[in-house]
T-cell receptor, first 115, second 114 residues
Framework: GAVVSQHPSWVICKSGTSVKIECRSLDFQATTMFWYRQFPKQSLMLMATSNEGSKATYEQGVEKDKFLINHASLTLSTLTVTSAHPEDSSFYIC???????????FGPGTRLTVL | AQSVSQHNHHVILSEAASLELGCNYSYGGTVNLFWYVQYPGQHLQLLLKYFSGDPLVKGIKGFEAEFIKSKFSFNLRKPSVQWSDTAEYFCAVIPETGANNLFFGTGTRLTVIP
């Protein structure tokens, strides 16, 4: 099956700094990538959808200036959490789908801890 | 707004017991339905999916799910669970019209006791 990777798997940062998380599709071209946030013991909440070469579409309530998403190529999307605060601590998961795929393939997630 | 409900938050079973996890969604149109599993420390994996056709869908590892349109339900079943089935299970829905967004349920934690 299609493989999606995320880097880093765990990051700890100080409040006020910015953190970049990468999501890569390893063996297929991801025309669409999705970013989710998962709180402990809760479901995945879609943050934004990004299509290669165009601006991301953010879900209601997600600050686009805080969570910057770039989908510059068919195999890479990045999520940058700007000026991170402790309440941004969470598990961030990306998924990807391609033109010949009818399902989303998920990355392993990135745990962000903001001190 | 669309929503997906999973009624069981935590289910504890002994090995060989039968499993049924409930999933209901609130969307009046046509939907595509999914069950994902997240084993401890691992990423989400697709168990099975329903797009159309036979409402009884068979997935990997002996799991199956039945789509009952009149009840807006897509319950997951397995006749005999194993210790290795211990995981978090998520039901998800994509409305057929509109964006290709997955709407997830809150998840059900399954613990299988050897």
């Amino acid at each position: 099956g299609a493989v999606v990777s995320q880097h880093p798997s765990w990051v700890i940062c100080k409040s006020g700094t910015s953190v970049k998380i990468e999501c890569r599709s390893l063996d297929f071209q991801a025309t669409t990538m999705f970013w989710y946030r998962q709180f402990p013991k809760q479901s995945l909440m879609l943050m934004a959808t990004s299509n290669e070469g165009s601006k991301a579409t953010y879900e209601q309530g997600v600050e686009k200036d805080k969570f910057l998403i770039n989908h510059a190529s068919l195999t890479l999307s990045t999520l940058t959490v700007t000026s991170a605060h402790p309440e941004d601590s969470s598990f961030y998961i990306c998924s990807a789908t391609g033109t010949r795929l009818n399902e989303q393939f998920f990355g392993p997630g990135t745990r962000l801890t903001v001190l | 707004a669309q929503s997906v409900s999973q009624h069981n938050h935590h289910v504890i079973l002994s090995e060989a017991a039968s499993l049924e996890l409930g999933c209901n969604y609130s969307y009046g149109g046509t939907v595509n339905l999914f069950w994902y599993v997240q084993y401890p420390g691992q990423h989400l994996q697709l168990l099975l999916k329903y797009f159309s056709g036979d409402p009884l869908v068979k997935g990997i590892k002996g799991f199956e799910a039945e789509f009952i349109k009149s009840k807006f339900s897509f319950n997951l079943r397995k006749p005999s669970v194993q210790w290795s089935d211990t995981a978090e299970y998520f039901c998800a829905v994509i409305p057929e019209t509109g964006a290709n967004n997955l709407f997830f349920g809150t998840g059900t934690r399954l613990t299988v006791i050897p």
